[in-house]
């Protein structure tokens, strides 16, 4: 679905807010509404249920968003935590040096893609998208000029040369898009880290940082929790939590938010086993994917060029978006880094005693990390579609948002036929009332049933129980399937057993 309706879907449907709204919006921070927050909740369910449930090595922690503030200084984060920036004088306007190049080449690719699909239409079936690809010239021109770029502004960034990427702007004669101009300043880092100030303690030892990412708070209780858990290497600290970044660009929905959702997971193994468990991770959190309906299509590895100060090895899992395939998860092979680290800037010994080898030694972590708030975004980009309805011949269309049944937000809806026949309310609350105590149920009774139907369709809840007056007399309710719109008339009971074997965890993981 276009990109604009689904985010105008969100905000009818009870699923996102801009936050402050009231107050004319705050750029890039969104809440969640009543459908939202089951989503993003069943979301976290789901990721928490295949991570900690589902691994008898894997055990979950809740760290605080404020840590002392020498972690930061250790994690690397208050050196090199850093996007690079430029400003255009004219319009006043600030951008990421980095995003100018790649909206550049994205421009490219665009026209690219223009001419693949003229000469698909062209062609039709004997087209050969690889080998028109590879032998166009105007298409290679093109495709060149994006390698180019890109390899000058990985190299610009890869070694910090920030002079490098303002004569690649100007090379590359890009312009504002507010100003048109190119009166650019020149390229200079900036920290994304918030922070504040603790009220008894003034000065730079009472400055706090608002976490980047929940990681630092599992490195910094690796002792605690191996000690008090008595897990042995190979294992695994789970978290879900918020982190803050001061995007300079953000845009996008909640693609990329100033404060947003984590779910990390930090891997503990034996030195020199990293890339084993690297390629393990990376095959697993495919799946899990996979398990969520995406199609494989829809998603592909990405390995990454520059690596982060921290890293061996790193590839993220994209996912295409509405705006283009864009990361959704990062899997790093993290190294000893951020143990040694801790072990350096707080005087204390931070390593694993491995009974098998007899031996000391700081473990290596892989890590696997994803934004509950993309994934949210996936999700529903995966889901939200309008199509002709099922078995109908007049040519009528719905909006349905076919998100697995697991993660609905809205198990199921109970819909007495009339709202003014006391007896059907009387008999939809008490059907209410059972299932409410096994899943998120709404009731509904306003409007016709067919406009029930739809509400129910665009928010995705997989079942909706009609009763009706056969109830009344053989205590049977018809159960309407949201995909394949068939109905089925059994008892309440049925109902709620087969609701709770449809959409439970267990049918997809
Ligand atoms: N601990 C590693 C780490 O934080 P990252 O690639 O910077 O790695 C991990 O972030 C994931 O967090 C990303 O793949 C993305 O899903 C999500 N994420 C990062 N920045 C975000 C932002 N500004 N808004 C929403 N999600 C974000």
Same mark, same amino acid.
């Given at each position: 679905?276009?990109?604009?309706?689904?985010?105008?879907?969100?905000?009818?449907?009870?699923?996102?807010?801009?936050?402050?709204?009231?107050?004319?919006?705050?750029?890039?921070?969104?809440?969640?509404?009543?459908?939202?927050?089951?989503?993003?909740?069943?979301?976290?369910?789901?990721?928490?249920?295949?991570?900690?449930?589902?691994?008898?090595?894997?055990?979950?922690?809740?760290?605080?968003?404020? +840590?002392?503030?020498?972690?930061?200084?250790?994690?690397?984060?208050?050196?090199?935590?850093? %996007?690079?920036?430029?400003?255009?004088?004219?319009?006043?306007?600030?951008?990421?040096?980095?995003?100018?190049?790649?909206?550049?080449?994205?421009?490219?690719?665009? *026209?690219?893609?223009?001419?693949?699909?003229?000469?698909?239409?062209?062609? $039709?079936?004997?087209?050969?998208?690889?080998?028109?690809?590879?032998?166009?010239?105007?298409?290679?021109?093109?495709?060149?000029?994006?390698?180019?770029?890109?390899?000058?502004?990985?190299?610009?960034?890869? =070694?910090?040369?920030?002079?490098?990427? *303002?004569?690649?702007?100007?090379?590359?004669?890009?312009?504002?898009?507010?100003?048109?101009?190119?009166?650019?300043?020149?390229?200079?880092?900036?920290? #994304?880290?918030?922070?504040?100030?603790?009220?008894?303690?003034?000065?730079?030892?009472?400055?706090?940082?608002?976490?980047?990412?929940? /990681?630092? !708070?599992?490195?910094?209780?690796?002792?605690?929790?191996?000690?008090?858990?008595?897990?042995?290497?190979?294992?695994?600290?789970?978290?879900?939590?918020?982190?803050?970044?001061? =995007?300079?660009?953000?845009?996008?929905?909640?693609?990329?938010?100033?404060?947003?959702?984590? +779910?990390?997971?930090?891997?503990?193994?034996?030195?020199?086993?990293?890339?084993?468990?690297?390629?393990?991770?990376?095959?697993?959190? +495919?799946?899990?994917?996979?398990? #969520? $309906?995406?199609?494989?299509?829809?998603?592909?590895?990405?390995?990454?060029?520059?690596?982060?100060?921290?890293?061996?090895? /790193?590839?993220?899992?994209?996912?295409?978006?509405?705006?283009?395939?864009?990361?959704?998860? $990062?899997?790093?092979?993290?190294?000893?880094?951020? #143990?040694?680290?801790?072990?350096?800037?707080?005087?204390?010994?931070?390593?694993?005693?491995?009974?098998?080898?007899?031996?000391?030694?700081?473990?290596? &972590?892989?890590?696997?990390?994803?934004?509950?708030?993309?994934?949210?975004?996936?999700?529903?980009?995966?889901?939200?579609?309008?199509?002709?309805?099922?078995?109908?011949?007049?040519?009528?269309?719905?909006?349905?948002?076919?998100?697995?049944?697991?993660?609905?937000?809205?198990?199921?809806?109970?819909?007495?036929?009339?709202?003014?026949?006391?007896?059907? &309310?009387?008999?939809?609350?008490?059907?209410? !009332?059972?299932?409410?105590?096994?899943?998120?149920?709404?009731? %509904?009774?306003? %409007?016709?049933? $067919?406009?029930?139907?739809?509400?129910?369709? /665009?928010?995705?809840?997989?079942?909706?129980?009609?009763?009706?007056?056969?109830?009344? =007399?053989?205590?049977?309710?018809?159960?309407?399937?949201? %995909?394949?719109?068939?109905?089925?008339?059994?008892?309440?009971?049925?109902?709620?057993?087969?609701?709770?074997?449809?959409?439970?965890?267990?049918?997809?993981?």
């Amino acid at each position: 679905m276009d990109f604009k309706k689904l985010v105008s879907h969100c905000k009818e449907y009870g699923f996102i807010y801009q936050s402050s709204e009231l107050y004319d919006g705050l750029a890039a921070v969104y809440d969640y509404g009543p459908n939202g927050v089951e989503l993003k909740n069943n979301i976290k369910n789901y990721w928490w249920h295949s991570m900690v449930r589902m691994h008898n090595n894997i055990v979950g922690i809740d760290s605080a968003i404020f +840590m002392h503030p020498k972690i930061w200084k250790a994690s690397g984060h208050v050196d090199a935590f850093n %996007d690079p920036l430029v400003d255009n004088k004219d319009s006043k306007k600030r951008y990421r040096a980095d995003v100018l190049v790649e909206d550049y080449c994205a421009k490219i690719e665009g *026209k690219i893609q223009k001419d693949v699909d003229k000469a698909a239409k062209r062609f $039709g079936n004997s087209f050969d998208e690889h080998q028109f690809r590879t032998t166009n010239g105007r298409i290679l021109e093109r495709q060149a000029k994006i390698d180019s770029a890109m390899s000058k502004l990985n190299t610009g960034l890869a =070694e910090g040369d920030m002079a490098a990427l *303002k004569l690649l702007i100007e090379e590359l004669e890009i312009a504002c898009p507010v100003s048109g101009t190119k009166n650019w300043t020149d390229v200079r880092q900036f920290n #994304l880290m918030f922070n504040t100030q603790l009220g008894n303690i003034s000065g730079e030892e009472g400055k706090l940082y608002l976490r980047p990412e929940t /990681a630092q !708070g599992i490195f910094v209780n690796f002792l605690n929790v191996q000690k008090t858990s008595r897990q042995k290497i190979p294992f695994g600290i789970a978290q879900i939590g918020k982190a803050f970044r001061n =995007e300079i660009v953000a845009r996008q929905f909640i693609f990329r938010m100033r404060e947003f959702e984590q +779910m990390e997971m930090q891997f503990f193994v034996r030195p020199g086993t990293e890339m084993e468990w690297y390629n393990t991770w990376k095959e697993s959190r +495919m799946e899990w994917h996979k398990s #969520l $309906g995406t199609d494989a299509n829809n998603l592909r590895f990405h390995d990454h060029e520059n690596l982060a100060h921290y890293a061996n090895a /790193a590839v993220d899992i994209e996912f295409k978006f509405p705006f283009g395939f864009k990361e959704l998860e $990062g899997i790093h092979s993290r190294t000893d880094f951020d #143990l040694k680290q801790h072990q350096e800037y707080s005087g204390r010994k931070v390593q694993y005693f491995d009974p098998e080898l007899n031996e000391n030694y700081t473990p290596y &972590v892989v890590e696997t990390s994803i934004g509950c708030d993309r994934m949210f975004l996936a999700m529903v980009s995966n889901a939200l579609v309008e199509e002709p309805v099922p078995g109908s011949t007049d040519g009528s269309t719905r909006i349905v948002m076919k998100l697995p049944k697991a993660i609905a937000p809205v198990k199921a809806a109970v819909l007495p036929l009339l709202k003014n026949d006391e007896t059907l &309310v009387n008999a939809a609350k008490a059907v209410l !009332g059972q299932l409410k105590k096994h899943c998120q149920v709404q009731y %509904d009774e306003k %409007d016709a049933i $067919g406009r029930r139907y739809r509400r129910q369709d /665009a928010i995705g809840t997989p079942y909706c129980l009609t009763i009706d007056h056969q109830t009344l =007399e053989d205590g049977t309710l018809t159960l309407r399937d949201r %995909d394949s719109l068939d109905q089925s008339r059994l008892s309440p009971e049925e109902a709620v057993t087969l609701i709770n074997s449809e959409t439970s965890f267990a049918t997809i993981c």
